[in-house]
């Protein structure tokens, strides 16, 4: 079974960090939420280990979990309204193209399955 996602601690942490300017406080559940966080959005244990060494390299870590996180999210909300549009129109190849797409752009887990699934869906329609 795929393991539950919970992105709202890490988005809270990096709104308080990166945008109202509160500092990165590398503390033992911070570690870990970014640690498991790094994890699901594509990065191997070693580069997130190797990330948490420093307090500088945790920050670019958490920058960059949220921007995959927020970048994955909006491509695939964008590609799936294009590909049901594509699909109400009775056009599967360009609907399938859609997820072709995000699959070759896309390095977060979560979303790739998401446009894995929905290609396979797409494969199986009459």
């Known amino acids: 079974m795929a393991e539950e996602l919970d992105w709202d601690p890490i988005r809270s942490l990096a709104r308080r960090v990166l945008r109202d300017g509160e500092p990165l406080m590398l503390t033992i559940e911070v570690r870990g939420l970014l640690a498991r966080t790094a994890r699901e959005v594509g990065f191997s244990q070693a580069e997130a280990t190797a990330a948490l060494a420093s307090d500088t390299s945790a920050l670019e870590l958490l920058q ?37 797409d995000v699959l070759a752009a896309e390095v977060v887990p979560h979303y790739r399955a998401v446009a894995q699934g929905q290609l396979n869906l797409l494969d199986d329609a009459p």
């Open 64 to 100: 960059e979990c949220s921007r995959r996180i927020s970048e994955g999210s909006s491509r695939m909300v964008n590609a799936l309204h294009r590909m049901y549009q594509h699909k109400r129109e009775g056009d599967l190849d360009s609907a399938r193209q859609e997820m072709r």
